[in-house]
C-alpha cells in the first residue's frame, strides 16, 4: 500500500515537468497521458487497499472488543480526500487525453502557414460605410455639431484612423 502511495505521488511530480513539453507538441501530451495513467493506476490502487483495508481491520477491532462495550470508528476525511485525489487524477488523466486529440500542436499552421501558402496574419477589414481605404469619411469643419447629443465630432480627414479592425485569415 505504501508503495503504491509513493508510486503515485512521483509519477504524478513527473507528471507535471512532463506537462510542460505538453504545451508544444501532441507528443508531449501522448506522454503526459501515460504518466497521467500510471499515476492514477498507483492512486487507485493505494485507494482501494487504504480503504479495504481499514474497513477490515474496524471490522475485526470491534468483533474483538464488543464485549467491553467498546466501539471503534474510522475517520471519514482521510478516506474522502484520499478518494478526492482518485477523482482530480483520473480527471487530470482525461484532460490529458483530450487534450493529446485536440488541443496540442496546431500553432504550426498559424505560425508557418498552411499548403495553401497562406499565413495566419491579420489582414485589414474593408469599411463598413464603403471606404476602400478603411478611412472613417464624416461630414467636419468649423463649428459642425453631430446629429446625436450635440456633441461636436473631431475632425478627421482622409488618413486612417487609429481604429481599424482585424480579422484572421482562414
Known amino acids: 500500500m505504501f508503495i503504491a502511495y509513493v508510486v503515485a505521488v512521483v509519477a504524478t511530480i513527473v507528471e507535471i515537468f512532463v506537462g510542460i513539453f505538453a504545451l508544444f507538441s501532441r507528443l508531449g501530451s501522448v506522454a503526459t497521458t501515460i504518466v497521467s495513467m500510471v499515476s492514477s493506476v498507483f492512486l487507485i490502487g493505494f485507494a482501494l487497499t487504504a480503504t479495504i483495508l481499514y474497513t477490515t481491520l474496524m471490522g475485526s477491532f470491534n468483533e474483538a472488543v464488543k464485549q467491553y462495550n467498546i466501539r471503534g470508528s474510522l475517520g471519514h ?58 478611412a472613417a469619411h464624416f461630414q467636419t469643419g468649423p463649428g459642425y455639431q453631430a446629429p446625436h447629443h450635440g456633441v461636436p465630432l473631431n475632425n478627421v480627414s482622409n488618413k486612417p484612423t487609429g481604429y481599424e479592425p482585424y480579422r484572421t485569415a482562414n
Request: aromatic fraction near 16%; proline fraction near 2%.
Open 77 to 134: 476525511n482521510m478516506f474522502v480526500v484520499t478518494w478526492l485525489a482518485v477523482a482530480f487524477s483520473f480527471a487530470a488523466g482525461l484532460f490529458w487525453l483530450i487534450s493529446s486529440c485536440c488541443c496540442s500542436g496546431r500553432s504550426n499552421k498559424i505560425k508557418y502557414g498552411d499548403e495553401s501558402g497562406r499565413k495566419g496574419k491579420y489582414e485589414r477589414v474593408d469599411s463598413p460605410y464603403g471606404h476602400r481605404d478603411g
